[in-house]
């Protein structure tokens, strides 16, 4: 299934999924040592973003998120690429920028994605497009 996108931050990445329907703050959600999301009240709580397709509608909080973002970069913690979905703003992109992570907006709505089943996704933000590679089960509960 191929996805139409936007570039905001070039570059490609392939990774599995990990997707959250709430925004995400990145100065106060993220462990960058790990990259496990330690906010209790977040969806995506005890995950983490580590080697992942990062896909979340926008990015809320300081603008201090966009040095957490290099954070993650540095601690090798950090997503291979990240979407949004609802809107980008400078703070995603400009710590996308400098960690040289592909960012990218959808121009569609998202597909409805199972929860029984990881997607294996190749962001390539220099042709705006998310191409689902590979589709594999697994347990709901690992």
Do not use: W
């Not at 300081?62 to 980008?88: D, F, R």
């Not at 995603?92 to 199972?114: F, H, M, Q, R, W």
């Amino acid at each position: 299934m191929r996805i139409k996108c936007h570039r905001i931050v070039g570059g490609q990445g392939v990774g599995d999924v990990i997707i959250t329907r709430q925004p995400i703050n990145f100065l106060t959600m993220f462990n960058t040592n790990n990259g496990n999301v330690i906010n209790q009240n977040h969806e995506l709580f005890g995950k983490s973003v580590k080697d992942t397709v990062l896909v979340f509608p926008k990015a809320i909080g300081s603008s201090v998120g966009a040095y957490t973002i290099y954070s993650l970069k540095s601690m090798n913690t950090a997503p291979v690429a990240m979407v949004c979905t609802e809107q980008t703003d400078i703070i995603t992109a400009s710590g996308c920028a400098i960690s040289n992570i592909p960012l990218v907006k959808l121009t569609d709505e998202l597909p409805v994605l199972s929860f029984h089943s990881r997607l294996r996704i190749v962001v390539d933000a220099d042709n705006e497009t998310l191409l689902v590679k590979k589709i594999r089960s697994f347990n709901h509960y690992s």
